[in-house]
């Protein structure tokens, strides 16, 4: 099993940024891909940013409405995965939350959320 801790999450102005961390412990080895995930009430779980641990950062995913101001990245001595976000807008108000995608695991491994808000 993984546990994922999050953190850095808040309220910032429209235009501001932040940056999210999710710390992995437990069976790290098993990780191939980590990502992030943001929700709001009534609405899915959407997937904002993906990368895989086996590749160059320079082949992550990231949705279509983040794409040029969210980046993911890693510090693998820390085992942490971080998400940049600039340039935030009001609709990027939501709960973060960090995956992570074990091999051989069908499910993923989540952590708690963090809110994200962005006043306009």
């Known amino acids: 099993q993984v546990q994922l801790v999050e953190s850095g999450g808040g309220l910032v102005q429209a235009g501001g940024s932040l940056r999210l961390s999710c710390t992995a412990s437990?069976?790290?080895?098993?990780?191939?891909?980590m990502g992030w995930y943001r929700q709001v009430p009534g609405k899915r779980r959407e997937l904002v940013a993906r990368?895989?641990?086996?590749?160059?950062?320079?082949?992550?995913y990231y949705a279509d409405s983040v794409k040029g101001r969210f980046t993911i990245s890693r510090d693998a001595a820390k085992n942490t995965v971080f998400l940049q976000m600039n340039s935030l807008k009001p609709e990027d108000t939501a709960v973060y939350y960090c995956?992570?995608?074990?091999?051989?695991?069908?499910?993923?491994?989540w952590g708690q959320g963090t809110q994200v808000t962005v006043s306009s």
């Open positions: 437990g069976s790290i080895f098993s990780i191939n891909a």
């Open positions: 995956s992570a995608k074990r091999v051989g695991v069908f499910l993923m491994d």
């Open positions: 990368m895989a641990i086996d590749r160059s950062m320079a082949d992550s």
